[in-house]
């Protein structure tokens, strides 16, 4: 939908993913926001040498309050990119696609779609940025961060060694 990232970075810095899911009402995005915020407001680029790629997977709704409250009002002295991810085919297709591959009901879950959404997310972003998204953290939109999230990301890149998936509360 819209993309304002830059993947032409020096060498030396880190390009960290964070893939945050916020769809159907003001409540998830107002969530959401809380926590960007919290995860900007402790985040130190310089620690890590860290570029951060923030992915929105947000619905319509979740676009035009992101662009809103959010993209205007980036700090500019940070390196930050935001690309936003239509909920719809991100999500919606996908996990459709999924629940009746497996003749399976979705489930009941207040999560809803968003739920099983996290399991394809490395494809969807994969098929957008082919060869150039190695690794991500996928951030429930209620979680707070107390600490820079870049610690957290560089240590999970240390641990892994191959096509692993990393979970985190």
């Not at 700090?75 to 999924?98: G, L, M, Q, R, W």
């Not at 957008?128 to 690794?135: A, E, K, W």
């Amino acid at each position: 939908i819209g993309d304002n990232a830059n993947y032409s970075s020096p060498s030396s810095q880190l390009i960290m993913n964070v893939a945050v899911i916020s769809s159907r009402s003001v409540d998830r995005y107002n969530e959401a926001l809380t926590m960007i915020k919290s995860l900007l407001f402790n985040w130190d680029n310089t620690t890590h040498r860290t570029l951060l790629h923030l992915h929105l997977i947000v619905d319509a709704g979740g676009l035009s309050y992101f662009t809103k409250n959010f993209l205007n009002s980036l700090p500019t002295t940070k390196n930050i990119a935001v690309t936003f991810h239509p909920y719809e085919s991100a999500c919606e297709d996908t996990v459709s696609s999924f629940l009746h591959s497996f003749d399976f009901h979705l489930s009941p879950h207040y999560s809803g779609r968003a739920g099983y959404c996290r399991l394809f997310l490395y494809k969807s972003l994969e098929k957008i940025y082919p060869n150039m998204i190695d690794n991500f953290i996928a951030v429930e939109s209620d979680q707070l961060f107390f600490d820079d999230v870049g610690k957290l990301f560089v240590d999970a890149i240390d641990m892994m060694e191959g096509d692993e998936v990393v979970a985190a509360p």
